[in-house]
């Protein structure tokens, strides 16, 4: 089944979101008033990852707890609140709404969100500043659905040696869901974009002091108005078919395909062309990347002030075993299927390749169904365990674009950007 297939229909869109002509109803969805709100869950100890080596395990180390809207997540910080997906959510295509995983950068994010008062607002360098709400957003414009991978920029910091500040992300901090909305272009359009003017400036509910003395106090992140990313850019309003959790981003969150999440705001409440560069915190200083290939530096020449940096922007190819996991022994001589995940920002994957034999040799997966350039794409390959011991698997993940994962790690300050090849070790035993 397409993308397209899985997508809504207006009518079944409507009948999901409770949108009737006259505006929305209030029945199962938000009860007597137009509000989505959640009631915070006190949180255990957290439990952290101590190093210095890297983090050995697939997910980050820290308790589970249980958020609004949520299954047990991995707890890595309660203010702001990061929750990151457990590995068996990940034998899937797409990501459970419940199990995506959380990242907020400001403490004081949105409990409720009014229906009746919220609005999208575009302002700024337009002709015609808009303030739609929902039901707009709905009716005037057609719904469009796309799969994209959303994934954290810090996704894996843990692996990173010498270890950098930031949350101490395993690789649960990503997800892979069929966005439903409205193009970004559309709205852009209605508006009217003034001539002369630079980027385009996104901004949610979240408030609350950042790094201490920046100024940061506003997440706010832009992208230049010349990027043809925005031509694929959607702001939705519907995640999996379902409304978007409250942790998650509800009303709408901008969805920007194969760019990392820094970009996708959550709580999207106002849109902004700006007709100077945005010099704000999070673009002048926070998200950057060395400017090198693979974003690859040394603590050495960051100190020396050598290093060169550019705003982070597409995923690197990567590739994941998520079944078997290592907890169990594998009876020598059984076959087994390995399964797993590949996902790229440039384009498809269209090869993923694993080997048992410290990478001397690799064998080619049989590849999933592609539901398009940004989506996960599983993979499997039957493996028979010739000898009993330990036993290593590797795996590696090409796209469309020629892009390979390479068998080398990757070190910058911010903790970004690391795809080496992963590795999972196996026990064999003889049956017995």
């Known amino acids: 089944m397409s993308v397209a297939e899985r997508s809504l229909s207006r009518r079944d869109l409507f009948r999901t979101l409770g949108v009737a002509t006259g505006g929305i ?135 990173m040696q010498p270890r950098v500040p930031g949350g101490q992300w395993g690789n649960g901090a990503m997800g892979n869901a069929v966005w439903t909305g409205v193009r970004l272009r559309e709205l852009l359009d209605m508006a009217g974009v003034k001539r002369g003017a630079l980027q385009v400036q996104f901004q949610g509910l979240d408030t609350g002091p950042g790094p201490s003395g920046l100024g940061s106090n506003l997440f706010l992140k832009s992208i230049e108005l010349g990027n043809p990313i925005l031509d694929e850019c959607v702001v939705a309003y519907l995640m999996n078919g379902e409304p978007l959790p409250m942790l998650n981003g509800f009303p709408v969150r901008l969805v920007v395909p194969g760019y990392f999440a820094t970009y996708w705001i959550k709580c999207l409440t106002w849109i902004r062309v700006l007709n100077t560069p945005d010099d704000n915190f999070w673009m002048k200083v926070g998200y950057r990347v060395p400017d090198t ?58 090869r993923v390749d694993v080997s048992d034999d410290a990478g001397n040799t690799w064998h080619a997966a049989e590849l999933g169904e592609d539901l398009g350039a940004y989506s996960f794409r599983t993979w499997e390959l039957s493996w028979v365990p010739r000898s009993p011991g330990l036993h290593t698997l590797a795996v590696r993940a090409t796209d469309e674009r020629g892009n390979k994962q390479l068998d080398e790690p990757v070190w910058n300050a911010g903790g970004y950007l690391w795809n080496k090849i992963e590795r999972q070790e196996i026990v064999v035993g003889n049956a017995s």
Not at 35 to 56: D, H, L, R, Y
Not at 90 to 99: S, V
Not at 295 to 316: C, M, N, Q
Not at 318 to 329: E, N, T
């Open 25 to 159: 109803t209030l029945g199962r969805w938000l009860g007597p008033r137009a509000v989505m709100g959640q009631e915070p869950v006190p949180a255990k100890a957290i439990e952290t990852f101590t190093g210095p080596g890297a983090n050995s395990h697939w997910n980050s180390v820290g308790p589970y707890v249980a958020e609004p809207q949520k299954v047990p997540l991995i707890l890595l910080t309660d203010r702001p609140i990061q929750l990151e997906t457990p590995r068996h959510y990940f034998r899937t295509t797409f990501t459970p709404n419940e199990a995506f995983y959380v990242r907020w950068h400001l403490p004081g994010i949105p409990n409720a969100v009014d229906l009746e008062a919220w609005k999208l607002r575009i302002e700024g360098s337009v002709n015609k500043p808009l303030a739609l709400g929902l039901p707009e957003l709905i009716q005037k414009f057609t719904p469009v659905s796309l799969a994209a991978v959303n994934q954290c920029s810090g996704n894996s910091r843990s692996r």
């Open 293 to 350: 290939p693979r974003g690859d530096t040394t603590p050495e020449d960051v100190k020396a002030g050598k290093v060169k940096t550019v705003p982070i922007e597409r995923l690197p190819v990567r590739s994941f075993l998520i079944s078997p996991d290592g907890a169990s022994k594998i009876p020598v001589g059984m076959s087994i299927k390995l399964r797993g995940i590949a996902f790229s920002g440039f384009g498809r994957v269209n």
